[in-house]
């Protein structure tokens, strides 16, 4: 079976050596997905001090940001969000963000109901607070 690796041209640059997605047959896996911007490296609702520790973060502009940015991959890779299937969601900050993000999550998966899991993690590779790591039918 043949795998195809797309890149979003509005999505975020990888912070590593991987593609946005892989499709594999009519699957979509897309690699962990965060808030940032593309072509910068602003994280939208996080402040950061000088040595680039985070200072605060607001998660609803960051659970915002980073839907934004799995749309876009989607799209890019012919998908929609309504094909989601399975989202795993990394949050650093389980007690105070969940109730946040769970909320934020409703509205934009009203139409759609994926399995979700949800982690609590020690930290991201970047300054984040959020990251998806999603799977999508084409």
């Known amino acids: 079976m043949t795998t195809d690796r797309i890149e979003s041209n509005k999505a975020p640059e990888p912070v590593g050596l991987y593609p946005h997605a892989r499709k594999i047959g009519n699957l979509l896996f897309l690699s962990g997905v965060g808030p940032r911007e593309r072509g910068t490296k602003k994280i939208p609702g996080v402040e950061l001090d000088e040595n680039g520790k985070i200072i605060s973060y607001d998660i609803e502009v960051q659970c915002h940001s980073v839907f934004r940015n799995v749309k876009y991959i989607l799209e890019d890779a012919g998908s929609s969000w309504l094909n989601i299937v399975d989202v795993t969601v990394f949050l650093t ?11 934020i999550w409703a509205e934009y998966f009203k139409d759609n109901l994926p399995c979700r899991t949800t982690l609590e993690i020690n930290c991201l590779p ?13």
């Open 93 to 103: 900050n389980m007690k105070d963000d969940f109730p946040i993000y769970n909320k």
């Open 126 to 138: 970047t300054p984040i607070g959020i990251e998806l790591k999603v799977i999508a039918t084409i």
